[in-house]
């Protein structure tokens, strides 16, 4: 037993040198920048799903102001009430007017978009600024180390942004999410928490905009209530005895999370009639819809996955380990205690209320990126520790071990996303060869993969034979001679997130054209999708 320990530990300082660990460190995010900048190259940048949605939005922003909330449309006058606007649930929501008109808006956080409307850079670098977000939150979180739990070794220190940086949240830093600016918001909040528990002397002017930052990360993404709801729980039980001082300590940070909550929550009331925006109304609309049995899928599929994706079992196993394993062996500090029991709790309550499946190619494991980092935070903190030797190379052999994990997945995660990025580009340049023509889509399930052509020409769904047949005549007296056709030349899958009703109504749509004023000329199938550009007769 003593030889094997001792092997293990000289093979754990091989692997935690610090020359080798920081090494380690600069490559993967010089491979990082590599992969954006391939994936943001050729006639389009990879702006797929919902990602799409959010830059049409800032669009809409950018060009008509920060007040215009209507769902873009850059040829609204030919199709004046939505009839055939090829987006639907869950990226729009409709509502209708006592005289019959539409509104159309999308449902993701506005202030996510409004502030990237804003930069006076081209769209085609919206991704690479969501990459520089989170290496700051990956620097955010060896701050956290090095002033909250005094760590101090550069090696220590240098492991635990490798070991957030290869985490399931990486799926977030490479598509334009709002994902990584709430989690640094919420980190901030979260740090501000820790040092207050260390008795650390904070300025009020700091302390309340640790508070707003908390405050505003609930707007980007819901899920941060739980996790700012549950901290605030733990820490009020915590100091119940003390209840003057310990209201006299977080005053300012209540003020300024008070403060985020009313200013930003009557802005949306007062824009969308919903304090905490569109999302919400639709969120609670999905919640409501959810039996048990659909709930339980959903759980289960986060855990253990499914044929495309990877569960949080499989991808986190070492960390799960790790946590029993310091549950049941180690001697915690109190603020490892906060953090772990915090973070557990949270974690099971976004997992068991969200009413959506995880979503995401190959990586997913959405709504719980935040407590990913936050285990990351606590499994790192247990190596500044007094552990004793054994329990340290433990520690340290499940933390590499989670660390090859995360490389092993991330590395397939970005084949997928090579995979798509090669039909996506051949997509874009036979959209882009006739840039006159609009593009009729069969089914929803067609618009995954439209980016930013959306941006430079119409795109049209007709669901039915009958509502081509209107669309039609629509383009012939709009004098327009070509149209292209692009759909799924197969049985769509059905996702975990749309009703059977939807699924039958919008994506399961299929169909052949007939077409009275047109005739067609091309047609061919490329990776499952089909082609077609019609002329007029």
Request: glycine share 6%; net charge positive.
């Amino acid at each position: 037993m003593n030889k094997v320990l001792y092997w293990i530990e000289r093979s754990l300082e091989t692997f935690t040198n610090k020359n080798f660990i920081i090494f380690i460190l600069v490559f993967f995010i010089g491979y990082l920048f590599y992969k954006r900048v391939g994936w943001d190259s050729g006639l389009s940048p990879l702006i797929q799903s919902d990602s799409q949605i959010k830059l049409y939005q800032t669009i809409e922003y950018k060009v008509n102001g920060l007040g215009s909330h209507q769902c873009y449309s850059k040829y609204k006058e030919f199709d004046e009430n939505y009839r055939f606007y090829p987006f639907r649930y869950p990226w729009t929501y409709f509502t209708e007017k006592e005289n019959g008109e539409k509104d159309c808006v999308f449902q993701y956080p506005s202030f996510f978009s409004q502030s990237f409307s804003l930069l006076p850079i081209p769209y085609r670098f919206f991704n690479g600024v969501i990459l520089l977000f989170y290496l700051i939150l990956s620097f955010s979180v060896i701050l956290c180390l090095f002033y909250v739990f005094g760590i101090q070794e550069t090696k220590i220190l240098g492991l635990g942004g490798i070991l957030y940086l290869v985490g399931y949240g990486i799926s977030s830093a490479i598509e334009f999410s709002e994902s990584i600016p709430s989690q640094l918001l919420l980190l901030s909040f979260f740090y501000a928490v820790f040092l207050l528990e260390r008795n650390e002397k904070l300025t009020t002017p700091l302390l309340f905009f640790f508070g707003l930052f908390g405050g505003v990360s609930v707007f980007l993404r819901s899920e941060s209530i739980f996790f700012i709801g549950v901290l605030g729980v733990f820490v009020f039980f915590r100091n119940r005895t003390s209840l003057f001082v310990f209201l006299k300590k977080y005053l300012p940070m209540v003020f300024g999370l008070v403060f985020a909550l009313i200013l930003f929550g009557f802005y949306n009331y007062f824009e969308f009639q919903e304090i905490f925006g569109v999302r919400s109304r639709v969120s609670f609309d999905d919640f409501s819809r959810l039996n048990l049995s659909h709930r339980f899928h959903l759980v289960s599929e986060f855990f253990f996955g499914n044929t495309d994706r990877i569960g949080f079992v499989f991808y986190c196993f070492p960390l799960i380990l790790l946590v029993f394993y310091s549950i049941l062996k180690l001697k915690l500090t109190y603020l490892q205690k906060l953090i772990l029991y915090v973070n557990l709790v949270s974690f099971f309550l976004v997992v068991l209320l969200s009413p959506y499946s995880s979503g995401g190619l190959y990586l997913g494991l959405r709504f719980t990126e935040f407590s990913y980092l936050l285990f990351c935070i606590f499994g790192i903190s247990l190596l500044g520790g007094t552990i004793q030797r054994t329990d340290k190379s433990i520690v340290m052999l499940l933390i590499l071990l989670q660390v090859g994990f995360g490389f092993y997945h991330v590395r397939r995660n970005f084949k997928t996303i090579d995979y798509v990025k090669r039909y996506h580009d051949i997509f874009q340049s036979k959209l882009d060869n006739l840039p006159d023509a609009p593009v009729v889509h069969l089914s929803t399930f067609d618009l995954l993969l439209v980016s930013d052509s959306f941006l430079k020409k119409p795109h049209w769904i007709t669901n039915s034979q009958k509502e081509f047949s209107a669309l039609e005549l629509k383009f012939l007296n709009a004098g327009i001679n070509k149209f292209q056709v692009f759909f799924y030349d197969f049985k769509p899958p059905k996702d975990d997130n749309s009703t059977e009703e939807f699924y039958n109504e919008w994506i399961n749509t299929k169909f052949e054209i007939k077409s009275k004023y047109y005739k067609k000329v091309s047609d061919e199938v490329i990776a499952g999708f089909r082609f077609m550009v019609w002329e007029k007769e």
